[in-house]
């Protein structure tokens, strides 16, 4: 069965860095797009970045785009977040996610996430 | 990028009765549109994709409708499992996007 295990999460000062990686299992990996979403305490969900199955094409939400960069190693069964100039509205539970096809077609499988906070 | 509107944002219902919850588009999506149930302390699960496809393993109460900038997800007949939070979200341009959830609720 598909596994998606989230890593990296954890307490940082605004304006430092954090990488956050995911563990996919079960699958096919090279064959499916990959996603990271949030949300952050008490409010909706906000995709984060999304990467094709070849890890070449790669998109981002605006309120990330230049801070963070979404990267999978296919020989590892492995993605990536790496998150830089973090602020204090990064702060949120990070979820990365399968999706049912090999870019964006809908994220069918979820980790559990991985809370990220950003204070001071 | 494309703003979603849930309505309404909390629906209060029994068990047993029919759900409607409509999701609106500033600007035509097609039929990019998926819906996602999430519960309390859990990831959300994707229930339709492309406005009216359920996602594998989803219960036939659960239905998706609609296309440009009106959609609809119904769910025939409230099971107690079925009281969540659901959000739409479009895949029609970049950014991705989701609506505010719409919070379904025990009457």
């Known amino acids: 069965q598909v596994q998606l295990v989230e890593s990296g999460g954890g307490v940082v000062q605004p304006g430092w860095s954090l990488r956050l990686s995911c563990a996919a299992s079960g699958f096919t990996f090279s064959s499916y797009g990959m996603h990271w979403f949030r949300q952050a305490p008490g409010k909706g969900l906000e995709w984060v970045a999304v990467?094709?199955?070849?890890?070449?094409?790669?998109y981002y939400g605006d309120s990330v785009k230049g801070r963070f960069t979404i990267s999978r190693d296919n020989s590892k069964n492995t993605l990536n977040l790496e998150m830089n100039n973090l602020r204090t509205e990064d702060t949120a539970v990070y979820y990365c996610?399968?999706?049912?096809?090999?870019?964006?077609?809908?994220?069918?499988?979820w980790g559990q996430g991985t809370l990220v906070t950003v204070s001071s | 990028e494309i703003v979603l509107t849930q309505s309404p944002a909390t629906l209060s219902l029994s068990p047993g009765e029919r759900a409607t919850l409509s999701c609106g588009a500033s600007q035509s999506l097609g039929s990019y549109l998926a819906w996602y149930q999430q519960k309390p302390g859990q990831a959300p699960r994707l229930l339709i994709y492309d406005a009216s496809n359920r996602a594998t393993g989803i219960p036939a109460r659960f239905s998706g409708s609609g296309s440009g900038t009106d959609f609809t997800l119904t769910i025939s007949s409230l099971e107690p499992e079925d009281f969540a939070v659901y959000y739409c979200?479009?895949?029609?341009?970049?950014?991705?996007?989701f609506g505010g959830g719409t919070k379904v609720e025990i009457k």
């Open positions: 996610a399968k999706d049912r096809g090999t870019e964006a077609y809908g994220a069918l499988n």
């Open positions: 990467v094709r199955n070849n890890g070449i094409n790669k």
């Open positions: 979200q479009q895949r029609s341009d970049w950014p991705l996007t």
